[in-house]
């Protein structure tokens, strides 16, 4: 969802800034965009409804159920602000038996509860578009801080990673098996560290025959490494990186002529609640605490019962307030923290951080918003999943529902700028109005999405969603298309 191609944005653009045809209505000028050969060989679902009285301007297969990609996202986020509030904060805790004698002595385990916060990564909060990551270690480290400074110098048990807050079930119906390596693909925690991902960086050898370097950022060691990459004088680069769902060992293997630049990739780890007790361990001994133990990670299989931790608390990080965790969601489209937000919600709403209980809750939202319960039908929160449905007229429904509550406006404001920020920084180039277009994207192979407000007018304002499924052209051209469309909407919106 990070990957785009830009081969299309100047004949966009040039489309962009064309004068609407005079006197043809919506219909016609949308039927023209339909026109293309890539449109004909794809199923398009499109609504364009005013926001204030739900007036129909544009419908197409507005009631047939598509895979939305990532458009299911503004299903998750308004779940959360609706259910949890804008002001929700999650909860980071570091328990202890008892608190550490006058020696720093801390007899017993150290555990670091996770309370759901998707933030304890490098992420800059609120969302920048030009920000620039920190120390991906930086909020943990917070937190061993404060440890140091309850006086511990010693402790004689293990650093737990607890996970138990929602069951241990890492991945949603329907996502990829190929997904599940990579850092968009990470596994859902209760206690989650910069993502659950590492930096991966593979330097081939500087000399025919010497060895690739391997380094991971944080510096941590979440895998075991079978490097067989060989470097190859007049060799053609070619660096491949696989793990198998769940599994710790990391191949890396290829040719690469000698001293040419580092590959990167982020990879997923496989157990979050491990990773983020070593990363703790590892900030605390930096720190000068001695730790007998080992660190480990403890989770909760699904349909065992739960309760809160208890024990002295040594430390404690609250997440920024849930509104700016969802503007991240949405602005680009990160995955596991839409997961999260989910199951949070389900936590607190049902008893039971469980996908299924997100999305029994996202159906009451739906059906809160009158979209008839045919018309979707979710697996996931972020859309990762290739069995979630949604129609058009269900995403409409939404958008205006959002109005309807009075989030509106907070809503919209969570969404990318058309050729502004976000994942739509790269499109609507060269339109001067375009920020006016506010929306969230989807993709995924042979579906692109689009969904949101059209025009800063909140009384003139359009709520829209265009679905394209089933194309075989690339990519960009049904974006391109999809844009268009958009942008004959918000022409209409300004009549």
């Known amino acids: 969802m990070r990957m785009r191609s830009e081969a299309y944005l100047p004949v966009l653009a040039a489309c962009l800034l064309l004068p609407a045809a005079s006197g043809q209505s919506l219909d016609q000028r949308i039927a023209a965009v339909l026109e293309a050969p890539a449109a004909k060989r794809a199923s398009w679902g499109i609504l364009a409804v005013r926001v204030a009285d739900g007036a129909v301007l544009y419908e197409r297969n507005a009631r047939v159920p598509m895979t939305p990609a990532s458009n299911t996202k503004l299903v998750s986020t308004a779940l959360a602000l609706v259910r949890l509030g804008p002001e929700y904060r999650f909860l980071t805790r570091v328990l202890a038996p008892e608190a550490p004698d006058e020696q720093g002595r801390l007899r017993g385990d150290l555990r670091l509860v996770g309370g759901g916060d998707p933030t304890l990564s490098g992420r800059a909060v609120p969302y920048s578009k030009d920000a620039k990551e920190g120390d991906p270690l930086g909020p943990l480290g917070e937190l061993a801080d404060r440890v140091v400074l309850r006086g511990v110098r010693v402790i004689d048990g293990d650093i737990v990673g607890d996970a138990t807050r929602w069951p241990w079930e890492p991945y949603p119906a329907g996502w990829a098996v190929g997904d599940m390596t990579w850092e968009y693909g990470a596994p859902v925690s209760a206690l989650t560290v910069n993502d659950s991902a590492v930096r991966l960086s593979v330097r081939p050898g500087?000399?025919?025959?010497?060895?690739?370097?391997?380094?991971?950022?944080?510096?941590?060691?979440?895998?075991?490494?079978?490097?067989?990459?060989?470097?190859?004088?007049?060799?053609?680069?070619?660096?491949?990186?696989?793990?198998?769902?769940?599994?710790?060992?990391?191949?890396?293997?290829?040719l690469a002529p000698p001293g040419s630049g580092a590959a990167v990739q982020w990879v997923a780890v496989p157990d979050p609640a491990q990773f983020a007790a070593e990363a703790f361990a590892l900030l605390l001994r930096q720190r000068g605490v001695v730790i007998r133990g080992r660190a480990r990670g403890l989770t909760r299989a699904p349909g065992a019962p739960w309760s809160e931790p208890q024990g002295v608390e040594l430390a404690r990080r609250e997440s920024p307030p849930l509104v700016e965790l969802a503007r991240i969601v949405n602005k680009v489209s990160q995955n596991l923290h839409a997961e999260m937000l989910l199951r949070e919600t389900a936590h607190v709403v049902r008893g039971e951080g469980t996908a299924r209980a997100g999305t029994e809750e996202m159906a009451a939202l739906l059906k809160e918003a009158?979209?008839?319960?045919?018309?979707?039908?979710?697996?996931?929160?972020?859309?990762?999943?290739?069995?979630?449905?949604?129609?058009?007229?269900t995403l409409t429904a939404l958008l205006r529902h959002m109005e309807a509550r009075g989030l509106g406006e907070l809503f919209r404001s969570l969404l990318p700028v058309a050729g502004g920020d976000g994942t739509l920084s790269g499109r609507f180039r060269g339109m001067a109005d375009a920020a006016a277009i506010r929306a969230k994207t989807g993709s995924l192979s042979h579906v692109t999405a689009l969904s949101g407000y059209a025009g800063d007018d909140p009384a003139r304002r359009v709520a829209f969603s265009i679905l394209v499924n089933g194309y075989t052209a690339p990519a960009s051209e049904a974006r391109a298309l999809a844009d268009k469309i958009a942008v004959e909407i918000l022409r209409e919106s300004q009549r």
């Open 206 to 254: 500087k000399a025919e025959g010497e060895p690739a370097a391997v380094e991971f950022l944080p510096p941590l060691e979440p895998f075991t490494v079978h490097n067989t990459l060989r470097t190859r004088a007049g060799a053609e680069r070619r660096i491949e990186v696989a793990r198998a769902p769940g599994s710790s060992v990391l191949e890396i293997r290829g």
């Open 370 to 393: 009158g979209a008839e319960e045919k018309e979707f039908d979710l697996e996931d929160g972020s859309g990762l999943s290739r069995r979630g449905l949604l129609s058009a007229s």
